[in-house]
């Protein structure tokens, strides 16, 4: 993987809970990457968009699989090409294809507030989005059809928020390696990742995790939640360095917030994570119009 100056791949997922969510002015599903495309462009970065789209119907276990294949794919070439990946999802899930191309020694450190961490389980079977961080360790298996189904160690894992885990899920995450830190404890991030053996990282940000009023399109948010721009803040003292190979932001949707406060956030943790990946925007680009 070689480093980049300023282009950026988005690469959007539009799914939850197995459905294609609405487009409306922000396609697709209310990710925006076309919105973010254009002003990531206009900040002086060259962003690209590759639409992922699956039109055919299928279980959620095999979109997610199709998903993970396609992604995947998708981030070996944005480096080859020597561009940015950023991942833009309506499910948690879209971290296996990241992952999968990354490989098993990489870094994740994965921001949210619901901490689910469950495997299918015998008498009550848990939601796919319950289940993409363990999915990621390999707590949970993944379905049959995965081609190259890659799992993290949990020593490589580290949750910031997790407020809304319950007791065994807290239990399990802490049988598996997996260190959590509250939001209070974000200044704790950089020498938790500087401590990790890692070869490089990927940041999985929910939009749970945040603050509803800053992020009034959040799918899950609660008043309480994390400052984006604090988050974004962290960014660069965490990754400097330290090889960010992708990001996620997951869990929104820009069409229910008119007042655009959540496409700024979105716009904010991506722009940070570029930066922290070592991208430097090209100021000689500021208002060129295009990219996807």
Partial sequence: MTAFVDHLQILPMPFRDGVRQTDGRHRPGGLGMATLSDLLNARGWTARVEDLGFDK??????????????IGDAVESAWDRRRF????SRAGYVALGVIDALGERTGVVWVSDRGEYRSAGL???SRLAERSLA?????????KLAVR???VPGRRVIVLGAEGAAGEERRAMGADGIRLLAPGELDRLPSEVAATD????????DCSALGQGAVPGAD??????????????????AFDGRGLRAVAIVGYDMNADDTGATTGAVLALVEAAARAAGGVPRPETVGEAGGY
């Fill in 57 to 70: 119907p299928m279980p959620e276990p095999r979109l997610a699989e199709a998903f993970a294949r396609a």
């Fill in 85 to 88: 990946p950023i991942v833009l």
């Fill in 123 to 125: 008498l009550r079977r």
């Fill in 135 to 143: 999915l990621l360790t390999g707590r949970a298996k993944r379905d």
């Fill in 149 to 151: 189904p890659t799992q």
């Fill in 198 to 205: 890692a070869d490089g990282w990927y940041l999985h940000v």
């Fill in 220 to 237: 899950d948010a609660r008043p309480g939640g994390l400052d984006p721009a604090r988050l974004a803040s962290a960014l660069a003292g």
